[in-house]
Structures are given as structure tokens and as C-alpha cells.
């Protein structure tokens, strides 16, 4: 089975920093595209960012010029640079992937890592 491990979240006060991992593991082909999500209190789930395998990023306007996403294709690695940390920012982080397995492609997710932005 495919298993993608989340770490790095934790207790910061705001204008901090914060970087989240998300590593894959298993019978793994290729990764196409991967994300990070979060989840807030009393809020649907919703894209924070994501990279396409082929290069190219995306964020919600809400992030965009505050956090950084990047991958290490060699350690199946996705990471998430979080800087100027605000309240809003404040969620569960879930890691998404794309990954191309022998059962073809699977959409698999992280368990979550919690980010609380508090002073």
C-alpha cells in the first residue's frame, strides 16, 4: 500500500514560520501531482497549493506570496514553506498525491498534521 506521512506542523505565533514534509512510500511508479490541503474548524477542506510532476505551482489567493510548495522527486517528498503565518492560517494540513501504482492511478491523502497559529 501507498502511505503519504506528514510532519512538521506544531504551535507558532503569528509573522512566524513553519515547513510541513509529506513523504510517500510503497509500490510506487511515479508521482504525478501533489497538493496540500487544510481544513479549518467548521470549514470545508480547500487547496492551499500544488505541483504538477512536470514543474508549475498554484496557490489560493489567500497564500500567494507567503508560502512556497516544492517536491523532491528523487525522495517522494512534497513540502510546504509557510512564512507570515496569520490566525487564519490556523487548520489541519492534509497532504494529496497523485501516485501511479501497479492498480494504475490512486488519489491518496496524508492523515493531517495540525497547524495552530496562536500568541
Known amino acids: 500500500q501507498v502511505h503519504l506521512v506528514e510532519s512538521g506542523g506544531g504551535l507558532v505565533q503569528p509573522g512566524g514560520s513553519l515547513r510541513l514534509s509529506c513523504a510517500a512510500s510503497g509500490p510506487i511508479f511515479r508521482i504525478n501531482a501533489m497538493g496540500w490541503y487544510r481544513q479549518a474548524p467548521g470549514k470545508e477542506r480547500e487547496l492551499v497549493a500544488a505541483i504538477p510532476s512536470g514543474g508549475g505551482t498554484n496557490y489560493a489567493d489567500s497564500v500567494k506570496g507567503r508560502f512556497t510548495i516544492s517536491r523532491d522527486n528523487a525522495k517522494n517528498t512534497v513540502y510546504l514553506q509557510m512564512n507570515s503565518l496569520k490566525f487564519d492560517d490556523t487548520a489541519v494540513y492534509y497532504c494529496?498525491?497523485?501516485?501511479?501504482?501497479?492498480?494504475?492511478?490512486?488519489?491518496?491523502w496524508g492523515q493531517g498534521t495540525l497547524v495552530t497559529v496562536s500568541s
Open positions: 494529496n498525491a497523485y501516485v501511479v501504482t501497479n492498480q494504475g492511478t490512486l488519489a491518496i
